[in-house]
């Protein structure tokens, strides 16, 4: 099969899983798609239950040694995986491209950056913390490692978030397998693959599979740990299934991220802001601003600067030099956008730009769209759309406006964007987000704690409280004085 990305050094066209630090074909195989073309690009193994059994068992007796290695090690050996990822990245970025659809400026983004949390993931470390230590008694409070972690990724950023799962796992101790999207599994298989000499058999491990392949994990009595990013309905499914053996889990889930606009914005300048704060990566983003709120005095200066702006964007395949938004990553996907924008032109919505797709298209392309002050409980304000179709609402009062944007089961981020930035601060510390961004967005930071509120996941992901849920807390306490030897 031949794959429409350049093959240069390290990386080569076959996509195989790794168990026990080899490289495992599959009896049965799945296809994976380049979204700007609806072609297939490669094959990739479906795991059997044998070969998850076969890489927990690995992952289990490669704990032993890995979580006694010496945290300088295992710290130096992440930071040499984020060289490694970096020798590639052109064929990372090209391969993401390929698979996911995103374009060249947003694959950079998202391999240097996975390079960028790699390093810096590896100076971390939980100390431990002597709470006394006096003549009779020495207390302290550590971390140890949980064992094997099952990371479930997803298909919009497929690398970056199966970094931010990995590279503190294995600083923590823990060892881990890597079970990537099915609709984006190339990326994540060649990175394990490809720095396997790096590491003992058995630490790092990927399987490839469908969404059952999921549920074993979740359900495996061998993994203590699972960490995941995806939906919020996938996630209620994680927990439940997880909860047979009281795995730890850390959920990063959906969003319904508002961005509220207050009156004293220069329109010209805000509009191209909040045009990315909503349609980067084409709005798969669980960070997407998708409802933006825009004050009534220049509600109709915005959205006119908006549409202007989103007039200049050249959406098309990621491939292209000039392409600034790529297709939707996979057909169901693409089926449930069309659907919101079948929902918005039966309810005679207004659609200020866009609103039209074009289904005979080569990929699965959907036009850059933004609606016209539709109803608070239309599905686009209410749901999660992920595509890129954007409603903008008018407010008038501050309190209204806060009431309205907390009024979702989700929590993950928010904005607020004005010049008054006294008013910024007030009106974003009372967004229930795990993330307020005021004045900018989308600024991350492996030391920067992230997580949804609400149903947007439980724990977190980044700095040491990130880091903190790959392990357990013990608490040693030694009596110096009455101890049984004396
Ligand atoms: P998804 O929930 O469909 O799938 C995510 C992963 O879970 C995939 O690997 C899938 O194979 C696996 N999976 C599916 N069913 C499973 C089950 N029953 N048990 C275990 N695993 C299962 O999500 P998606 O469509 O890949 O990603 C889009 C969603 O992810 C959006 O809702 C988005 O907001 C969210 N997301 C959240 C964050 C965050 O950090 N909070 C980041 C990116 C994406």
Redesign the pocket.
């Known amino acids: 099969m031949t794959v429409e990305y350049s093959v240069r050094i390290g990386i080569d066209a076959d996509f195989v899983m790794t168990i026990n630090g080899e490289s495992v074909g599959g009896a049965n195989v799945s296809d994976v798609y380049n979204p700007a073309t609806r072609s297939v690009i490669a094959q990739v193994p479906v795991a059997t239950r044998d070969d998850l059994d076969r890489a927990v068992e690995a992952a289990r007796t490669a704990f032993l040694s890995w979580s006694a290695t010496p945290l300088a090690e295992r710290q130096a050996i992440v930071s040499a995986i984020g060289d490694r990822l970096e020798e590639h990245a052109e064929d990372f970025m090209a391969l993401l491209t390929a698979e996911q659809g995103k374009p060249r400026a947003m694959a950079e983004w998202e391999v240097l950056g996975s390079v960028a949390w790699f390093r810096e993931i590896a100076k971390q470390s939980l100390p431990e913390e002597v709470l006394e230590d006096s003549a009779e008694r020495r207390v302290i409070s550590r971390h140890t490692p949980l064992g094997v972690v099952g990371a479930?990724?997803?298909?919009?950023?497929p690398i970056l978030?199966a970094v931010w799962k990995i590279a503190p796992a294995l600083v923590a101790g823990d060892t881990i397998i890597v079970?990537?999207?099915?609709?984006t599994p190339l990326c994540d298989l060649k990175l394990v693959e490809l720095v396997q000499d790096l590491l003992p058999p058995g630490v790092l491990s990927a399987v490839s599979g469908?969404?059952e392949?999921?549920?074993w994990?979740?359900a495996h009595e061998g993994i203590a740990k699972i960490a995941?990013?995806?939906?919020?309905?996938?996630?209620k499914?994680?927990m439940r299934?997880a909860a047979s053996t009281l795995k730890r889990i850390t959920l990063?889930?959906?969003?319904n991220d508002p961005a509220i606009v207050l009156g004293d914005v220069d329109p010209k300048k805000v509009a191209p802001q909040l045009f990315w704060a909503a349609f980067q990566n084409n709005a798969q983003?669980?960070n997407a601003a998708k409802r933006v709120y825009v004050h009534d005095s220049v509600y109709d200066a915005v959205r006119d600067e908006l549409v202007e702006y989103a007039r200049t964007i050249v959406v098309g395949n990621g491939a292209d030099p000039e392409t600034q938004l790529g297709p939707i990553q996979n057909e169901p996907?693409y089926r449930k956008v069309v659907e919101y924008f079948d929902d918005c032109t039966a309810n005679g919505y207004t659609f200020a730009v866009g609103g039209s797709i074009d289904q005979a298209a080569e990929g699965w392309f959907v036009p850059v769209t933004v609606v016209d002050n539709p109803p608070e409980n239309s599905r686009l304000v209410a749901e999660?759309p992920?595509g890129p179709i954007l409603p903008l609402l008018r407010w008038t009062d501050e309190a209204d406006v806060i009431a309205r944007a907390n009024d979702t089961l989700w929590g993950?981020g928010a904005t607020v964007w004005g010049a008054d930035l006294q008013a910024v601060e007030r009106i974003g510390k009372q967004l229930e987000a795990g993330t307020v961004w005021l004045n900018e967005v989308h600024q991350y930071s492996p030391h920067q704690v992230?997580g949804?509120h609400k149903q947007?996941?439980i724990g977190a992901?980044n700095s040491l409280h990130g880091l903190a849920e790959y392990t357990n807390h013990q608490t040693v306490t030694l009596n110096k004085v009455t101890g049984a030897v004396s």
């Open positions: 479930i990724v997803p298909w919009n950023f978030l079970k990537p999207s099915p609709f469908d969404d392949l999921g549920k994990m979740t995941f990013t995806g939906s919020t309905d996938t996630g499914h994680v299934s990063e889930l959906g969003g983003f669980c996907q999660e992920f993950l992230f949804g947007s996941g992901e």
